[in-house]
Nanobody, 124 residues
Framework: QVQLVESGGGLVQPGGSLRLSCAAS????????IGWLRQAPGKEREFVAT????????RYADSVKGRFTISRDNAKNTAYLQMNSLEPEDTAVYYC?????????????????WGQGTQVTVSS
């Protein structure tokens, strides 16, 4: 089983940037699709971005397309989410998730392993 630990969250002003990291251990990282999902207060958990095992396929939610970039470094067992042009609507707890059953995944229920989450707050 793979364990995931997110880092990099914090408070940022609208228009600012943050980079989230997801460090994996306990499994063969390169055989897992990785996703970033988020949950705002009072809302359902929603898909943000996903990247395939080898990194050749990425998918994004429409709300973040063109602003967020997902990437991975299999040699470092780490995935990233670069977030630019942040908006107050991006405020949420961001989760890293993994699945070994699909090449990539765009639905929360498709993921088998989850990190504990990291808070991102966009506010002036």
């Amino acid at each position: 089983q793979v364990q995931l630990v997110e880092s990099g969250g914090g408070l940022v002003q609208p228009g600012g940037s943050l980079r989230l990291s997801c460090a994996a251990s306990g499994g063969t990282f390169s055989t897992y699709a990785i996703g970033w999902l988020r949950q705002a207060p009072g809302k359902e958990r929603e898909f943000v971005a996903t990247i395939s095992w080898s990194g050749d396929v990425t998918r994004y939610a429409d709300s973040v397309k063109g602003r967020f970039t997902i990437s991975r470094d299999n040699a470092k067992n780490t995935a990233y989410l670069q977030m630019n042009s942040l908006e107050p609507e991006d405020t949420a707890v961001y989760y890293c998730a993994a699945t070994g059953l699909l090449y990539y995944a765009t639905i929360a229920d498709q993921y088998d392993y989850w990190g504990q989450g990291t808070q991102v707050t966009v506010s002036s």
